[in-house]
Antibody
């Protein structure tokens, strides 16, 4: 059974850097074709994909947020870390990490399952 | 980026009646590999999104057969043949060609 859980601060101040950790079980990020993605959802709004890291350390970022995002992995710890710089109140959202199932290609992705999400509020 | 547009944004359905949600993409989702990377998720109240349909019309494991997906190119539809109370929530279409993008969501309520 694959499970993922997000952890990190619930409150950050504007201009600060957010660091979120996704700890997962039931799969290995050293397995070919597998990945972990991050998706966020502002309160009452739609989902927005942020970033994805593959088993081979290849990375993909949302073009609109690329300059602020960094995704890394620690395969030995079964963790993926997302950092987002220069946080703003508009970044207030529930942040989800999700498993990217195996596929033989790297130009498309889908996600299942998702973690429970963690709400991050940006406020001074 | 590919823009995903869902209609309607909300619908209220009597139990046992059908429901249909449309999703249109700004570009064709048919890849040169022959696959169409269109997915449907349901986010039940207070929960994380769960996958219903992958690659337009394939039901994910455990998804009831009252859910079906169809479409091609840029026009896609999710249909629920007979809505049940447990189907309430927000439905999202997602296109999987990088960068991944989601529709605005369609909120399904029970009358």
């Amino acid at each position: 059974q694959i499970t993922l859980k997000e952890s990190g601060p619930t409150l950050v101040k504007p201009t600060q850097t957010l660091t979120l950790t996704c700890t997962f079980s039931g799969f290995s990020l050293s397995t070919s074709g597998v990945g972990v993605g991050w998706i966020r959802q502002p309160p009452g709004k739609a989902l927005e994909w942020l970033a994805l890291i593959y088993w081979d350390d290849d990375k993909r970022y949302s073009p609109s947020l690329k300059s602020r995002l960094t995704i890394t992995k620690d395969t030995s710890k079964n963790q993926v870390v997302l950092t987002m710089t220069n946080m703003d109140p508009v970044d207030t959202a529930t942040y989800y990490c999700a498993h990217r199932p195996y596929s033989g290609y790297d130009y498309a992705s889908w996600f299942d399952p998702w973690g429970q999400g963690t709400l991050v509020t940006v406020s001074s | 980026d590919i823009v995903m547009t869902q209609t309607p944004l909300s619908l209220s359905v009597t139990p046992g009646q059908p429901a249909s949600i449309s999703c249109k993409s700004s570009q064709s989702l048919l890849h040169s590999d022959g696959k169409t990377y269109l997915y449907w998720y349901l986010q039940k109240p207070g929960q994380s999104p769960q996958l219903l349909i992958y690659e337009v019309s394939s039901r994910f494991s455990g998804v009831p057969d009252r859910f079906s997906g169809s479409g091609s190119g840029t026009d896609f539809t999710l249909k629920i043949s007979r809505v049940e109370a447990e189907d309430v929530g927000v439905y999202y279409c997602m296109q999987g060609i990088h960068p991944v993008t989601f529709g605005q969501g369609t909120k399904l309520e029970i009358k």
